[in-house]
Nanobody
Framework: HVQLVESGGGSVQSGGSMRLSCTAS????????LGWFRQAPGKEREGVAH????????SYADSVKGRFTISQDHAKDTLYLQMNNLKPEDTAMYYC??????????????????WGQGTQVTVS
């Protein structure tokens, strides 16, 4: 089991930027994907972006393409999500997660096994 801790959330005005971080309790070498998901009140959890650990290939939800960037720092076992040009519809609890066998390009919640506690992002 990999424990994950997100940080960096908060409140920002529309058009602003924010960077989320996710630190793992141990190396994620037994996982092949790291992802960011979000859940707004009354809505299902949805995939935002994920990265294939080995190759660094990334995939994004259409709603965030061109605005969000996912990246990883292997040395620090840390995952990042840089969010630019934020919109009110980006308001949600953001979670990082790991998968042992993800389908790159398909942000499937069910494929992820370790989850952080979430960090709130509010855009007004």
């Amino acid at each position: 089991h990999v424990q994950l801790v997100e940080s960096g959330g908060g409140s920002v005005q529309s058009g602003g930027s924010m960077r989320l971080s996710c630190t793992a309790s141990r190396q994620t070498s037994s996982r092949n994907c790291l992802g960011w998901f979000r859940q707004a009140p009354g809505k299902e959890r949805e995939g935002v972006a994920h990265i294939y650990i080995g190759s660094g290939e990334t995939s994004y939800a259409d709603s965030v393409k061109g605005r969000f960037t996912i990246s990883q720092d292997h040395a620090k076992d840390t995952l990042y999500l840089q969010m630019n040009n934020l919109k009110p519809e980006d308001t949600a609890m953001y979670y990082c997660a790991t998968s042992k066998d993800c389908s790159l390009g398909y942000l499937k919640v069910a494929e992820y096994i370790d989850w952080g506690q979430g960090t709130q992002v509010t855009v007004s």
